[in-house]
């Protein structure tokens, strides 16, 4: 599977905390920013760098910069918020492209209800973040709609994956690197990752 699971003492201690039944919406919500900052570290790991000079206090200095490609940040909603402010304190200059997706209960199929994608997007590096991948549905839905807008490098940041999700996301989607705190065990009949977080937009938004 192409994968990165972020076993990150950090990132375990804090993934192992969302999962108490009984977390309060405060609790979850600052956790989730919390690992989605942890995983855009993880995930921006191998970028390219390149030098250049600028004016330093004794005079030019060389420094780094990261090469290329800025970035576009791609929260799904609604639980995608969850994890958007983290993921802006370590790239704050990204725009940011939302997709509105919601899973219909009964059939599991995604269902998109809003786009708006930063017009740039060809030009960017998308980080997509969702905290949950459950069958897949919702990430192909829209990783298909990033790559339709032509943006050629996509990864994906989610706290809690299911193995089945996983696997479809690397056959439709190979080129997409997924960055999870946690592959889970996989999925009960109604679609749910076990022992996965439950209802994470629920619990974002103190909903029910
Ligand atoms: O991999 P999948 O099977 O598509 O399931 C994962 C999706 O389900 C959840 O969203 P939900 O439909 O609950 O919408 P919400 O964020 O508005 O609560 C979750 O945040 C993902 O977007
Ligand atoms: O376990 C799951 C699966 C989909 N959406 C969630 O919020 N939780
Ligand atoms: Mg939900």
Not at 15 to 43: C, D, H, N, P, W
Request: include cysteine.
């Amino acid at each position: 599977m192409n994968v990165h699971e972020i076993r990150h003492p950090l990132v375990c201690h804090k993934l192992g905390k969302m999962r108490e039944g009984g977390i309060s919406t405060l609790r979850f919500r600052q956790l989730a920013g919390e690992v989605g900052a942890l995983l855009t570290y993880e995930a921006t790991r191998d970028l390219e760098l390149e030098s250049y000079e600028l004016d330093g206090w004794n005079g030019p200095v060389q420094v780094e910069r990261i090469k290329g490609k800025k970035f576009t940040v791609v929260p799904i909603l609604r639980a995608g918020l969850g994890m958007l402010d983290g993921v802006l304190e370590l790239v704050p200059n990204a725009k940011i492209s939302v997709v509105g997706i919601y899973r219909n209960e009964e059939t599991l199929e995604p269902v998109t209800y809003f786009e708006k994608l930063a017009p740039d997007i060809g030009d960017r590096l998308a980080l997509i973040v969702d905290p949950m991948l459950a069958t897949g549905g919702s990430m192909i839905a829209t990783i298909d709609l990033l790559k339709k807008h032509g943006c050629t490098s996509i990864r994906a940041l989610v706290l809690v994956a299911a193995p089945e999700g996983v696997q479809k996301v690397n056959e439709l989607h190979p080129d997409v690197e997924i960055f999870a705190a946690s592959v889970d065990d996989g999925l009960n009949e109604q679609g749910y990752i076990l022992p996965g977080l439950g209802d994470a937009g629920d619990k974002i938004f103190g909903t029910k």
